[in-house]
Nanobody, 122 residues
Framework: QVQLVESGGGLVQPGGSLRLSCAASGSIFSLNAMGWYLQAPGKEREWVATITRGGSTNYADSVKGRFTISRDNAKNTVYLQMNSLKPEDTAVYYC????????????????WGQGTLVTVSS
C-alpha cells in the first residue's frame, strides 16, 4: 500500500512564502509525474503545476513566476515553493502522483494526498 502525506500549509500574510511537501511512502518502485492542485472555497479543484519524472515543469498562468515545483526522487517527495502569496491563493492544496508502481509491479494510475490548507490573510 502506498500513501501520500502532505505538510507545510498554514496561515501567511500577503506577500509571504510557504513550502508544501508531499511524501509518498510504502512499497514504491517508481513514480511518474507529480503535481499540485488547489481547491478554493466554493470552487472546483484546479491544476497548479506538474513536474515529470525527468524534471520538466509546467505551471498554471495564475502561479507562473511565483510558485516553483520540484521533486526529490530519492525521497519520493514533491515540493511546491510558493512566493509572493496573494489572498486569492487561499485554498486547500492537494498533491497528485501519476503512475505509482509498487515493488510487486502493481500500478496505481493516480494517488491523491489528503490536502493541506493554505490561508493568505493579513
Amino acid at each position: 500500500q502506498v500513501q501520500l502525506v502532505e505538510s507545510g500549509g498554514g496561515l501567511v500574510q500577503p506577500g509571504g512564502s510557504l513550502r508544501l511537501s508531499c511524501a509518498a511512502s510504502g512499497s514504491i518502485f517508481s513514480l511518474n509525474a507529480m503535481g499540485w492542485y488547489l481547491q478554493a472555497p466554493g470552487k472546483e479543484r484546479e491544476w497548479v503545476a506538474t513536474i515529470t519524472r525527468g524534471g520538466s515543469t509546467n505551471y498554471a498562468d495564475s502561479v507562473k513566476g511565483r510558485f516553483t515545483i520540484s521533486r526529490d526522487n530519492a525521497k519520493n517527495t514533491v515540493y511546491l515553493q510558493m512566493n509572493s502569496l496573494k489572498p486569492e491563493d487561499t485554498a486547500v492544496y492537494y498533491c497528485k502522483i501519476d503512475g505509482v508502481v509498487t515493488i510487486t509491479a502493481y500500478t496505481y494510475p493516480e494517488l491523491w494526498g489528503q490536502g493541506t490548507l493554505v490561508t493568505v490573510s493579513s
